[in-house]
């Protein structure tokens, strides 16, 4: 172990590695990276469509990009943190840039740009075709081998370690399962979100909100878990994570169609809008999947190589067959609270990326802004640690709990685990896919709340993941159950209205 680390990064995504790479090169910081699995493997290598960013010139504008962002986010936006992320998003993929990733470009050399559902004009960069997220995973990997201090794989972080109302570093176990307490100046949580909540998702294993659940142990504030965002077009084909057909196929012609063939909504729709009218088509017709027509689409190998070979492993060809899809649990809006530097409401511990809820999101993700979402924020803990800052102050969604903003908070209660066990896994998934997906009621949280009430017994890596993620199906029930209306990604089919009254941030702990 590193005695003397400035900064621990718990987590080996965007965020973490992104705010890794400026700590240690930037700054010259004593870095410790620590990730449950090997540094390469997030949640990060698996996203396909890009980034969005504001690089080409007119018609483009970041008043257009922060328009868009806010109005996905219905109204949960923190106008300032969305303000950020599209004036400092440009500068972060140029550096990205230097560091050596390769995005694609047009014969002439400018960065080929797509357009993505949510998105008025093409703004997403992206590499390898639908291959981004592995690209820029390599990138930052190399970059913090080459500059960190330390370096901790399979080190799973089980919780904080909070002294004199301070975060001090974390307690993690081996590859062994042996005890270490991993202490540093200030702590990143970096950990990613909690999709592995739910039976179909698009998200890998090891997504199983760890971090938020330390922070919810903790008593640190926890923000927006309601909003869940659904991906409305994963393949349905049993294998998990489930591969996901990018919203770019539909940005490129293709085409949703029912158990008659028909087509049914406007594919470019908002990812909440898409993944309700399909979840509703779905019950009418009492289908498990519908379709993905993309027969028209043109130069797919080339354009889409990595979707090729997985419909070519899964022996679909998609110039001849229609694609069965469903909507799966793809990210989660919700997180640590945070202001606009990543500081939580615990002085010491920062957050950055899907495991944070800065007020960029709001109810609803606005497609390819979590990525930038991570390269913005990351370094932004970073440069205000290196100014001195130490603790939160109200601005972004922290506003919510500090004061100050356009959306007041409102305190939830988490309800505390009771003795009965909760089931395996893959039960607690199904419950929460069935009860608290993408169409929820009161009577269908209650029974997914009760599902996650239990305790989980076991001292091993399978059972540390079941344990955080019973507790944030907890915190996000309990969120599903007060948010009487439907707002986002958040839908209730016994409250089918947004209500103005409930524009609140609902915060757990703190
Ligand atoms: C299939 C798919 C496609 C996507 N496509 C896009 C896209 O095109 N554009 C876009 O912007 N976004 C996309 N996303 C979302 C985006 O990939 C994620 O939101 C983003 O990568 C999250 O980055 P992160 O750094 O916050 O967390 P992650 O990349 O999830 O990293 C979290 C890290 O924390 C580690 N960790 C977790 N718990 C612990 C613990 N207890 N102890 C130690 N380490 C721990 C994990 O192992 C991992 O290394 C996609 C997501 C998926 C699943």
Redesign the pocket.
């Known amino acids: 172990m590193v005695a003397d680390l400035d900064l621990l990064v718990?987590?080996?995504?965007?965020?973490?590695?992104s705010a890794a790479v400026r700590a240690a090169e930037v700054h010259s910081m004593a870095v410790g990276v620590?990730?449950?699995?090997e540094?390469q493997?997030?949640?990060?290598?698996?996203?396909?469509?890009?980034?969005?960013a504001v690089l080409g010139g007119d018609p483009d504008s970041t008043d257009l990009h922060l328009a868009d962002t806010l109005g996905a986010g219905a109204g949960l936006c923190d106008i300032d943190a969305v303000r950020v992320l599209v004036d400092e998003g440009p500068g972060r993929v140029h550096e990205l840039i230097a560091l050596g990733a390769t995005f694609d470009r047009e014969p002439d050399g400018q960065l080929q740009l797509a357009r993505e559902g949510g998105h008025s004009l093409p703004r997403?960069v992206?590499a390898g075709g639908?291959a981004?997220?592995v690209e820029i995973e390599r990138t930052l990997v190399d970059a913090v081998r080459a500059e960190v201090a330390a370096v901790y794989e399979s080190?799973?972080?089980?919780d904080l370690i909070v002294e004199g109302g301070r975060c001090r570093g974390v307690l993690?176990a081996d590859p062994d399962g042996r005890r270490h307490e991993v202490r540093a100046r200030h702590v990143l949580m970096?950990?990613?979100?909690y999709?592995q909540l739910f039976a179909v998702t698009?998200?890998?294993h090891?997504?199983?909100g760890?971090?938020v659940a330390?922070a919810l142990r903790a008593g640190v504030a926890v923000a927006d878990i309601e909003f869940q965002q659904f991906?409305p077009t994963a393949l349905h084909h049993p294998v998990m994570?489930r591969?996901?057909l990018?919203e770019a196929l539909r940005g490129h012609g293709a085409q949703l169609r029912d158990t008659q063939g028909e087509r049914f909504v406007d594919e470019l729709l908002s990812r909440d809008k898409v993944s309700r009218a399909i979840t509703a088509r779905m019950i009418r017709d009492g289908v498990d999947h519908l379709w993905l027509d993309a027969t028209d689409l043109e130069n797919f190998a080339e354009r889409f190589p990595t979707i090729m070979s997985e419909l070519a492993a899964v022996g679909l060809d998609p110039a001849t067959d229609w694609l069965p899809i469903a909507p799966a649990a793809?990210?989660s809006c919700g997180g640590i609270l945070a202001d606009l530097d990543g500081a939580s409401s615990l002085p010491g511990l920062w957050v950055?990326?899907?495991?944070g809820c800065n007020g960029v999101m709001g109810a609803n993700r606005l497609?390819?802004?979590?990525?930038?979402?991570?390269m913005v924020f990351?370094p932004r803990v970073v440069e205000a640690i290196e100014r001195g800052v130490d603790g939160p102050s109200a601005t972004g969604a922290m506003r919510s709990r500090l004061g100050g903003g356009a959306i007041a908070g409102r305190s939830l209660v988490l309800p505390a685990p009771t003795g009965a066990p909760v089931g395996t896994r893959e039960e607690l998934q199904r419950l929460m896919t069935a009860d608290a997906g993408v169409l929820r009621s009161s009577e269908s949280l209650e029974r997914a709340a009760a599902g996650c009430a239990g305790s989980v017994g076991g001292d091993d890596f399978a059972s540390?993941e079941l344990r955080?993620l019973a507790t944030v199906g907890r915190a996000l029930c309990a969120g599903a159950l007060a948010r009487e209306e439907s707002r986002g990604c958040h839908t209730r089919t016994d409250y089918q209205d947004r209500q103005d009254d409930l524009r609140l941030r609902f915060i757990i702990g703190g």
């Open positions: 718990l987590g080996s995504g965007v965020a973490g590695l620590l990730t449950k699995a540094l493997q997030a949640t990060t290598r698996w996203a396909q469509g890009g980034v969005a997403i992206h639908a981004t997220g080190f799973f972080a089980l993690a970096a950990t990613g979100g999709g698009t998200n890998p090891e997504a199983t760890d971090g330390m991906h994570p591969p996901l990018t793809h990210y950055a990326g899907e495991a497609a390819s802004n979590s990525l930038l979402d991570g990351g540390w955080n």
